[in-house]
């Protein structure tokens, strides 16, 4: 990815290449990069780009366009996954040799997100063609960012831009871009066919650099989490089941910190290299998990990208807010069917629906009341606490339960001895920081420095103390009556 960017970035100062001549440039690279990861599989990708396109050309002005687009991408993206990316052979005997050359990386995998991307161009180009609702005088009046002199992601991917920005040479671009092809960030047509034109300015080379060496510090956080504290081992080698009720608590909240850092690094390592050949993506996990503390605020924050995408092109031409008990059902539908074909991801995504309306019901509820008095300021606060714990919670049991893989590797014995220490300190530094700011600073040296690292809009860190509704909560969900049933309710429910 350093070779790709850095001979994209000399050949554009040096010949002062705009869009269209560093569409060219950055299709030739993606293409030998795409050659490398899936080899002849490159024509399946390149074949489906080409019928999107001609689709998007030739029907944008019709009044069935846009359900022509989606089924059209969401066929594709169910084909794929039935036909695990398609044998050749399937298209004629004389094509069976090709795959032995299916390459490193299955395409059909990397092509989730070029479905999206699929769907971002052809949405932007047939709203393009109509009047656009943007003002953005009003929203530089509104916007802190855009009144400093910098350029949002908001105005990027709303202003308009002319049909011949819309080309095949930029669509394929879009679609194949080097550093965001594997995993993203998701970043729309628009916003990417104008930082391609004239690169982002809201990063400095230093800043970029710090960027590059936060994550280095990062990475060095996880070698270091991976050889000291053995969380996942405990989770998938089912020795939680000889561990107290309040054991396996705090081992689903090691786990639950270890995936973020995990999918943190991956998406700020390609933001990295998309920073530095000129294009600025959504920041994916722009808070730490232990500042979310409802379902709403958890998928806002987790992967970033893909919420402004859903909002987009999904949330508000269904009806926005008007019709969200609905269209939450319509959109995590999609979420599932587009990380992979399975029942159990359908059951995930209309389980989460379940416990959504309820949040939705009870935010709206409070937020028509006006807090005052300390009372009511008071209350407000337990609730908070208590929602925060009963999301967090859930998210450390689904993940404690539901992996069932077999790990055949050996956990120190030293470990239990660990657990018995550690897990008073991460009690202390359960998610209240976002309920309660109080200056009382207290955290283990690891949780610390993770919440530095990584958690850019809070880099300073302070906890209050523990909340006796959160004590409580804590104290009665994981007495053996009630904790037990739980238990043999999830196992039910994923299988043993």
């Not at 970043?187 to 280095?216: C, E, H, M």
């Not at 979420?335 to 309306?357: G, M, N, P, R, Y």
């Not at 606060?381 to 077999?406: K, N, P, Y």
Request: glycine share 4%.
């Amino acid at each position: 990815m350093c070779f790709f960017t850095f001979v994209a970035n000399i050949l554009r100062y040096h010949y002062c290449l705009k869009g269209r001549g560093m569409s060219f440039i950055w299709i030739i690279l993606s293409l030998c990069y795409l050659s490398y990861l899936h080899e002849a599989c490159v024509i399946f990708v390149l074949s489906i780009a080409s019928a999107n396109y001609f689709i998007v050309k030739t029907f944008a002005r019709s009044p069935y366009y846009m359900s022509m687009l989606w089924i059209f991408n969401i066929t594709f993206l169910i084909l794929n996954r039935v036909y695990e990316g398609y044998s050749f052979s399937l298209f004629g005997g004389c094509l069976a040799f090709l795959d032995n050359y299916r390459g490193t990386f299955r395409w059909h995998i990397c092509f989730n997100l070029v479905v999206l991307r699929m769907i971002s161009y052809g949405c932007d180009y047939h709203w393009s063609n109509k009047l656009t609702h943007f003002d953005q005088k009003k929203h530089m009046l509104r916007c802190h960012f855009c009144s400093s002199g910098r350029t949002c992601y908001h105005v990027l991917q709303e202003r308009s831009m002319q049909n011949d920005k819309y080309s095949f040479n930029m669509y394929v671009c879009y679609l194949t871009y080097a550093p965001l092809y594997i995993a993203g960030p998701i970043v729309s047509f628009n916003a990417f066919a104008t930082q391609l034109d004239a690169p982002q300015k809201n990063y400095s080379v230093g800043q970029i650099a710090w960027y590059g060496l936060r994550w280095i510090l990062s990475l060095l956080l996880m070698e270091t989490v991976t050889h000291f504290f053995y969380y996942n081992a405990f989770a998938i080698s089912g020795l939680w089941r000889q561990l107290s009720p309040f054991e396996v608590f705090i081992i689903g909240y090691g786990v639950l910190n270890f995936m973020w850092l995990k999918f943190f690094l991956i998406w700020r390592y390609f933001r990295f290299w998309s920073l530095i050949g000129g294009i600025e993506t959504p920041e994916n996990m722009p808070k730490c998990i232990n500042n979310c503390y409802n379902l709403e605020g958890f998928w806002k924050n987790w992967h970033a990208s893909f919420n402004k995408w859903l909002v987009r092109y999904m949330y508000i031409p269904l009806g926005g807010s008007q019709r969200k008990l609905l269209n939450v059902w319509v959109i995590f539908t999609f979420v599932a069917i587009w990380h992979d074909l399975e029942w159990k991801l359908l059951s995930w995504a209309w389980l989460t629906c379940l416990f959504f309306i309820p949040e939705i019901l009870v935010k709206s509820s409070v937020n028509s009341f006006q807090l005052k008095c300390a009372a009511g300021m008071f209350i407000h606060r337990e609730l908070s606490a208590i929602a925060g714990a009963v999301t967090i919670t859930c998210l450390m049991q689904s993940l404690c339960f539901t992996d069932r893989r077999s790990f055949t590797g050996l956990v120190p014995t030293e470990e239990l001895h660990m657990l018995q220490l550690y897990k008073l300190i991460n009690l202390i530094a359960y998610p209240l920081q976002n309920f309660i700011r109080h200056n009382l600073p207290s955290d283990s040296f690891v949780s610390v420095l993770m919440f530095y690292l990584m958690d850019l809009e809070n880099t300073t860190y302070y906890v209050e103390n523990v909340s006796p509704s959160l004590l409580l909560l804590i104290y009665v969900f994981f007495q053996e009556a009630i904790y037990q049933p739980f238990v043999d309710f999830i196992n039910c429910m994923v299988g043993n």
